[in-house]
């Protein structure tokens, strides 16, 4: 019964992910790459159906396949995923949070998920120029 449960939950989370990953195709805001990566994750644990899912989907496998394959993440993606971290937080630092121990903590989260982002591999994309 417990593993029924955490099955369920975890697929209940890897869902609420996905569909973040497909409204970040829509709007540019939201990273699209980083929540289908969870997507993956947290579906590699409970579903296969759902992981493969999203890697055979012809509109989700591309923002995946790479890095899934071992070949990497792009530059362009980690450069976005990056910048919009840093815009989110910054936002909620200056606009939203007050307390000084709240703000540290954003800090931190911020420079650690960028440290993530940016030591992951880069693919690497050939260049005919």
Known sequence: MKEKMKRILLIIIGSISLVFGIIGIILPIIPTTPFLLFSLFVFMKSSKKLYDFILSNKYLGPYVQEYVSGKGVSMKSKKKAIFLIWITIG????FVI???ILRLMLIVIAVTVSTYI???????VDSYE
């Open 98 to 100: 007050d307390k000084i």
């Open 91 to 94: 936002f909620s630092i200056v």
């Open 118 to 124: 940016w030591t992951r591999k880069t693919l690497k």
